[in-house]
Nanobody, 131 residues
Framework: QLQLVESGGGLVQPGESLRLSCAAS?????????????IGWFRQAPGKEREGVAC????????DSADSVKGRFTISRDNAKNTVYLQMNSLKPDDTANYYC???????????????????WGQGTQVTVSS
């Protein structure tokens, strides 16, 4: 069973940067590797619905991101290290949330920003942007 563990969250001031990591493990029993999975980053703030932040195709050739983070956040993957990253620059207080990564196989790229497409989730890492 694939397992995902997020790390890299923390408390930063507006304008600063963070890099979140999503480490994947548990491939041996499944016969799949990380490059068989789409990976999405999602976030959820208190009282709000979970929203898509960025996603990356299984090949890594295609990415998408929310309008609110375009130009500031970048998703990337290193399949050799079984890790997907979310580089977050120019952070704003509105970026404060719990951030989750999720994995799914064989989904349509145009749907990869939708949480309901994903069946495997990490436990989340908190990002707080405050002065």
């Amino acid at each position: 069973q694939l397992q995902l563990v997020e790390s890299g969250g923390g408390l930063v001031q507006p304008g600063e940067s963070l890099r979140l990591s999503c480490a994947a493990s548990g491939f041996a029993a499944s016969g799949f590797t990380l490059d068989d999975y789409f990976i999405g980053w999602f976030r959820q703030a208190p009282g709000k619905e979970r929203e898509g932040v960025a996603c990356i195709s299984d090949s890594g050739r295609s990415t998408d991101s929310a309008d609110s983070v375009k130009g500031r956040f970048t998703i990337s993957r290193d399949n050799a290290k079984n890790t997907v990253y979310l580089q977050m620059n120019s952070l704003k207080p509105d970026d404060t949330a719990n951030y989750y990564c999720a994995a799914a196989r064989q989904i349509r790229f145009r749907l990869c920003m939708l949480p309901d497409q994903y069946g495997i989730w990490g436990q989340g890492t908190q990002v707080t942007v405050s002065s």
